[in-house]
């Protein structure tokens, strides 16, 4: 297998997800089957293939130009789960703070 | 014209009847509901969200046009201002986008109408439709059967005629692939072609809006009406797009690649009978068949499996219960915040991928696995070059299987990739791709072959498609004049 649950655990606190104790073992063999599967490309010659992000020709991406539209902030609030005076709300950002 | 009459029509000859006055749009948008979707939709579920005061309300606004009063069911990841846009995540439950989709907006300056928002897989990510929030789609040509996925739930409610035309999204053949399981046509655009401003992302270099119809020239119309460059998309690829008004011209002449290495193992008997009966078909239009041998599928799964994930990682670390979305409960700090929300508001499948596309980015895989996929991607869209160097079109399967039943697939996530073999290459190389459907395999469910073209080559693809239409109408009439010519003489 080529992720472990200890891998498995630490790639989840990245991601900021929670996998429940008893699931790590069923979530690393479905990770590592599809891990295992991508080994195929190492029987596939890459020689003068350079890492491609976009195909082209998007690969050149323009720059941004600002178009001068804009949500309000009434709209850009609208949909947040919690705001107050204009801010979206938060808990405390450090453990142990009061908010 | 009553609903009766209505619901039937081709996108074309519906607008053109509500620009001449013989239907008010209202009635054109309302005809899909009053009828099939009557019978159907309560089994097929191919609907996330409806409204119908939005429907009467869109129908008034733009009464003329090219699609003037012409139904569109929209994937749930397209923005809509007057519709919530979920992408079938608990994630975004009630979301309602301040903005519409570029594409949407073009559709409805074109005088179509939203006549719902397509459920789809959450996120965009399955092959079945049934890893949506709101439950599974199922095939309306049997309803224990999957309609394919991404998006399908368009293709669904195009199938069974609530619609002639559907907006999905294709990102390793989300569009294509349910088009084949419903027996509908679907487009995946050229890379940049049509705007991805408003599509919720998923895999930002690979998503693409494509496009579900009843009838090549429909699909031909609405491609032209929505592609061209928005400043709005930095992938938005600059200068004119092709010219598709000749989608009516034939095949004459035209060279379509064969790899029938692919179809020699692992695929369904009753799919390369499709094949061969496309390929049959073609010829008889005046192409040329030339075979050849392409790269085996299974590199584009790996390689597909790798970038998408890596890149959905990346796109979806947006989603953090703050700025918008699901937001759990009692969290006492902002990292147990994200974390329940995220944890609470994804489904398995999608945390299933934001965990590989993570392992694949972190320090110490990323060489091995991204890169490796990305130098990968450079090969495989080398290869649809050189294949392209032979011929103008390639044939291929859609999938390796019929449509599948619910459930069967829902265990193994590598089987449900799998069925993704034949449409991933497009997407990795940006190339256009169409699915069509031929004869129906015994039993009736839908049967389709894959047309694959050049950068900017859908004008050819929907001429590919137009002449299967034409051979695959022609092939239903003979069999029908043979069982009209034999009955008199079997009395």
């Known amino acids: 297998m080529a992720i472990q649950r200890d891998e498995v655990r630490r790639i989840a606190e990245l991601a900021r997800l929670e996998i429940r104790e008893e699931d790590l073992d069923r979530v690393a063999a479905e990770l590592s089957a599809v891990l295992d599967y991508a080994q195929a490309l190492k029987r596939l010659d890459l020689t003068g293939c350079e890492a491609l992000s976009f195909a082209p020709p998007a690969a050149a991406l323009r720059a941004d130009v600002p178009d001068g539209r804009r949500l309000t902030a009434e709209q850009a609030l609208a949909m947040a789960p919690e705001t107050e005076g204009g801010f979206f709300v938060v808990p405390p950002v450090m453990e142990g703070q009061d908010p | ?491």
């Open chain 2, 1 to 491: 014209m009553t609903a009766r009459e209505l619901w039937r029509l081709p996108a074309r000859a519906l607008a053109a009847a509500v620009r001449a006055g013989e239907c008010t749009a209202v009635e054109a948008v309302s005809a899909g509901w009053e009828g099939p979707a009557a019978i159907w939709e309560r089994d097929v579920h191919a609907i996330a969200h409806s409204d119908t005061e939005a429907r009467v309300v869109g129908a008034g606004v733009t009464p003329r046009g090219p699609l003037a009063g012409v139904p569109v069911v929209v994937k749930d990841n397209l923005c809509t201002r007057d519709y919530p846009t979920t992408c079938c995540s608990r994630m975004l439950a009630g979301y309602q986008p301040p903005y519409d989709a570029t594409v949407v907006r073009l559709l409805r300056e074109a005088g179509g109408v939203i006549s719902g928002k397509g459920n789809m897989d959450e996120f965009a990510m399955g092959s079945s439709t049934e890893f949506s929030c709101y439950g599974p789609t199922r095939n309306p040509y049997d309803l224990v059967r999957v309609p394919g996925g991404s998006s399908g739930g368009p293709a669904a409610a195009v199938a069974y005629g609530l619609a002639p035309l559907g907006l999905g999204s294709d990102t390793g053949g989300s569009v294509r692939q349910p088009a084949a399981f419903c027996g509908v046509i679907g487009l995946k655009p050229t890379y940049g072609r049509l705007s991805r401003y408003g599509l919720v992302a998923f895999a930002s270099s690979l998503d693409q809006v494509g496009i579900f119809g009843r009838h090549t020239g429909d699909v031909a119309l609405i491609y032209a009406l929505l592609a061209g460059p928005d400043p709005l998309d930095a992938t938005s690829r600059p200068g004119p797009p092709p010219d598709v008004s000749g989608w009516d011209g034939g095949v004459e002449g035209v060279r379509f690649g064969w790899p029938a290495n692919l179809w020699r193992a692992g695929v369904d008997a009753e799919v390369v009978a499709g094949l061969e009966e496309a390929a049959t078909w073609l010829e008889r239009a005046g192409a040329q068949r030339v075979p050849f041998d392409f790269l085996p599928g299974e590199y584009a799964v790996a390689t597909y499996y790798l970038v998408a994930t890596a890149e959905a990682s990346s796109n979806l670390a947006r989603f953090d219960g703050v700025r918008y979305g699901h937001r759990a409960a009692e969290s006492p700090d902002l990292h147990a915040l994200t974390t329940r929300s995220r944890s609470a508001g994804f489904g398995a499948e999608v945390q299933r991928r934001i965990l590989l596309g993570t392992y694949a980015l972190s320090a110490g895989y990323h060489d091995e696995y991204y890169l490796t996929a990305q130098r990968a991607r450079a090969r495989i869209r080398r290869e649809y070059e050189a294949a392209f160097s032979r011929c103008d079109l390639l044939l291929m399967p859609v999938a390796p299987t019929l449509p599948f039943r619910l459930g069967e697939k829902l265990d193994d996530p590598l089987a449900m990739y799998l069925s993704d073999i034949f449409t991933l290459g497009a997407n990795l190389a940006g190339i256009p791709g169409l699915s069509a459907p031929v004869t129906p395999a015994v039993g009736g469910l839908p049967r389709a072959v894959q047309l694959l073209g050049p950068d900017d080559g859908e004008g050819l693809l929907l001429r590919g498609a137009r002449a299967l239409e034409v051979q695959g109408e022609r092939a239903r009439l003979e069999r029908a004049h043979e069982v009209e010519f034999a009955w008199p003489t079997k009395r």
